[in-house]
């Protein structure tokens, strides 16, 4: 994968994008500009933090009974708030609310997507300048067109998806999209406020020397995430080796590291937890979206992430996913 030093902004990408398609409406170009829109808010807040009153927690609790930072609160309201003013989004789910927000108007009503998001993923990070990001998944309607969205809109398998994407905001913020077409990744051009493509056409390799997981709860795990673990630490240069562990607690900036070098991400769930934390509509949906567009798998240790029929929005599921030969030595451990 190559950098590209030719200045391509965000617009003027999903514009080009369009001209291959000529019964394209635009109204999922215009969707995706609104996403980079709140992100570039986010990412403003996300880099004054330190110097205003948004660090620490608001608190309050989520849907999750997890205690909710004021930049969560923060994201949450500037991704709403674009997708509910624009014209091209019709609902959404989001981490931090309890049901989704069906935008019942009269524009809002004909468009033809809705989407989910994490607004701010990792955000326990927060308060220690760790990188943090943004999530989110879009599907188009299943409900008519003219009428409000329903919840079977968001119900979807993953596989059903129409884009899929992240922000991150580290040392440079960078937003990277997938459709049908391929994964793309834009890094914000502070100088003029844009995202300017800097990653076109983005391959996740298909082996890798990145191991990520929470050692700490090795002995939650079931055996042959402890097996497949073991193994990580018992290779060498006979066997494939050296891996090394990489993990640093956001998700966002574990699986961006995975997807650009090679590696997987592994959340397994516990004997305390067996579904594992991580929800599927909005975070690892989204995720194994991008991953298997590049070239990677995802899996929830048994099946296709992509497969799987969600019963609730916030529902909860194991997560793995990286380069394809190591997602394949994964499933091969016994």
């Known amino acids: ?6 200045i391509q902004t965000l617009d003027e990408f999903t514009i080009q994008q369009m001209r291959d398609f000529p019964n394209a409406t635009g109204e999922l170009s215009g969707l995706l500009r609104d996403i980079g829109l709140a992100a570039k808010r986010v990412h403003v807040e996300v880099n004054k933090a330190g110097l205003v009153d948004i660090l620490g927690d608001a608190g309050t609790m ?63 990070n927060i308060d220690v300048n760790v990188s943090i990001g943004t999530i989110f998944s ?55 406020g844009e995202f300017t493509l800097s ?24 055996e042959q995430v402890q097996r497949y673990v073991d193994s990580c630490q018992k290779k060498n240069k006979d066997n494939g080796g050296p891996y090394t562990q990489r993990y640093i607690g956001s998700m966002v900036a574990d699986v961006h590291r995975n997807l650009i070098k090679g590696g997987i991400f592994m959340y397994p769930g516990t004997k305390d937890k067996p579904n594992g934390k991580l929800r599927l509509l909005y975070e690892c949906n989204p995720f194994a979206f991008i991953v298997e567009v590049a070239g990677g798998l995802a899996t929830d240790g048994k099946q296709r992430i992509l497969e799987i029929q969600p019963t609730e929005i916030h529902q909860r599921v194991p ?16």
């Open 62 to 124: 989520n849907v999750q009974g997890e205690e909710v930072k004021k930049l969560d609160v923060f994201a949450n309201n500037q991704f709403m708030g674009v997708l509910q003013h624009g014209i091209s989004c019709a609902g959404i789910g989001s981490e931090e609310l309890d049901d989704i927000v069906v935008f019942d108007d009269e524009i809002s009503n004909q468009s033809k997507y809705v989407c989910l998001f994490d607004p701010l993923d990792g955000s326990s």
């Open 199 to 222: 990653h076109p056409d983005i391959k996740c390799p298909h082996k890798g020397k990145i191991y990520s997981i929470n050692h700490g709860n090795f002995f939650q795990y079931n």
């Open 1 to 6: 994968m190559g950098i590209n030093r030719k």
């Open 319 to 334: 997560f793995f996913v990286g380069s394809k030969l190591m997602m394949e030595e994964f499933e091969n451990t016994k």
């Open 138 to 192: 879009v599907f188009r309607r299943v409900s008519e067109l003219g009428k409000p969205a329903t919840k079977e809109d968001f119900l979807q398998k993953g596989i059903n998806q129409v884009a899929a994407g992240y922000v991150i905001y580290g040392s440079s913020t960078m937003l990277v999209y997938a459709t049908r077409r391929g994964v793309n990744g834009f890094t914000l051009d502070q100088s003029i």
